[in-house]
C-alpha cells in the first residue's frame, strides 16, 4: 500500500505564508500524479492542484490560482504546496493525494487512489 504522511501545517496570520510537505512510501513514486485537496468544517473537500508525474505541468482549482503553487521532488518521493498571500478563508485540513489519471483530468475525489491523514492549516491574526 501507498502511504502518504502530510507535514508542514499550524498557525500563521492573514498574509502570511507555509510550506506543506507530503512523503510518500509503499509504492514507485514517479509513476502517480499527486495532488493536494483541503477540506473546511461543513464544507465539500475542495481540489487545489494537481501535479504531473515529471512536476513539469501543474492545474490549480480557481480558489488559490496565483497564491499557491505545487511542486514535487521525485528522488525524495515529495510533494510539496507553497501557500503564499494565505487567508482566513484557507483555514482547513491539507491533504495530499495519488493518482494514475493524467494530471489535467485528475481534478476530483474520484480520481485519487491514496490519500494522506491531513494536516491543519488555520489563519487566524
Known amino acids: 500500500q501507498v502511504q502518504l504522511v502530510e507535514s508542514g501545517g499550524g498557525l500563521v496570520q492573514p498574509g502570511g505564508s507555509l510550506r506543506l510537505s507530503c512523503e510518500a512510501s509503499?509504492?514507485?513514486?514517479?509513476?502517480?500524479?499527486m495532488g493536494w485537496f483541503r477540506q473546511a468544517p461543513g464544507k465539500e473537500r475542495e481540489f487545489l492542484v494537481s501535479?504531473?508525474?515529471?512536476?513539469?505541468?501543474?492545474y490549480y482549482g480557481d480558489s488559490v490560482k496565483g497564491r499557491f503553487t505545487g511542486s514535487r521532488d521525485n528522488a525524495k518521493n515529495t510533494v510539496y504546496m507553497q501557500m503564499n498571500s494565505l487567508k482566513h478563508e484557507d483555514t482547513a485540513v491539507y491533504y495530499c493525494a495519488a493518482s494514475e489519471i493524467p494530471a489535467d483530468l485528475a481534478t476530483t475525489e474520484k480520481m485519487y487512489t491514496y490519500w494522506g491523514q491531513g494536516t491543519q492549516v488555520t489563519v487566524s491574526s
Open positions: 501535479i504531473s508525474w515529471s512536476g513539469g505541468s501543474t
Open positions: 509503499g509504492g514507485t513514486f514517479i509513476t502517480y500524479v
